[in-house]
């Protein structure tokens, strides 16, 4: 009788976001991963000095990793992580950047359920990673608000951002708007932030057609007035959930504006 014939399966694209001991010598590592979407993986020996593991299973490098699952074992909570080698992309990010990059990381740990592909995002947060590496302090901003959006229409909560939400009546170029958590697109009120009608609709447009670099484009005229409302509705999604990453980040611009550095820290 002829054994039958292993079918190769091909690698998943996958970034490191988190990992924890599991064992003396072992790690329970939390995946992004492009076509399953986030994964808990066991990374046997991979604490053992001489592992091949030990100094690929790091934040923000993009991976090509094999499972040692059989397909009857897809639904299973954690994973067996059968090998991980890096593939092309940019260093790690550093300074203020790897902070900004650590709170993206948090955001799927917190706002991303399980095995729950989403390779739109995941290509969203790449590009983010790829330009935390060379952006400043003003670039650092325009990369988290333009992922925040990326990540939240991923979720399915983000409304269309062409109309008000509760008449669907489409937006007037040059007339005020907010986001709100719950009621969506609405007319700018009061001190709240305002963001023109034609820049929402461009960023509608930059988000349905999935092109990052034109909603970097769309997004740099108003990241300062996108900051509040994006950070009102990732609280409300989080519930009562604290970003350990953010506190920090607030802590650091704190501690920046007692003593001044050359060029201020960044805050999401």
């Not at 940019?90 to 706002?111: D, I, K, R, V």
């Not at 008449?167 to 007037?172: A, E, S």
């Amino acid at each position: 009788m002829t054994a039958p014939r292993r079918v190769a399966v091909a690698p998943l694209q996958a970034f490191v976001l988190h990992h924890w001991d599991w064992s003396e010598t072992s790690l329970i590592v939390e995946l992004f991963t492009r076509e399953r979407g986030r994964l808990a993986v066991a990374a046997k020996g991979a604490k053992r000095p001489y592992s091949q593991l030990r100094p690929v299973l790091v934040p923000f490098q993009r991976l090509l990793v094999q499972l040692g699952r059989t397909p009857q074992d897809e639904a299973a909570e954690v994973h067996l992580l059968r090998s991980a080698e890096r593939a092309h992309g940019p260093p790690m990010p550093g300074g203020a950047a790897l902070l900004a990059g650590f709170y993206l990381n948090e955001l799927l740990l917190q706002l991303l359920a399980r095995q729950d592909p989403h390779e739109a995002l995941f290509d969203a947060y790449a590009q983010a990673v790829a330009a935390l590496q060379a952006d400043d302090e003003d670039g650092v901003q325009l990369t988290l608000r333009s992922f925040e959006l990326a990540l939240l229409r991923a979720m399915g909560v983000l409304p269309a951002l062409d109309q008000v939400t509760l008449t669907l009546r489409p937006l007037q170029g040059l007339q005020p708007y907010t986001l709100h958590a719950e009621a969506g697109v609405v007319p700018a009120e009061g001190a709240r932030a305002a963001l023109p009608g034609a820049d929402l609709v461009a960023i509608e447009q930059a988000l349905a057609a999935a092109d990052g670099a034109a909603l970097r484009a769309a997004v740099a005229p108003v990241r300062a007035a996108l900051r509040a409302p994006l950070r009102e509705m990732l609280h409300y999604h989080l519930g009562s959930s604290r970003l350990r990453t953010r506190r920090l980040m607030v802590e650091l611009h704190r501690l920046g504006q007692q003593h001044p550095p050359a060029h201020e820290s960044t805050d999401a």
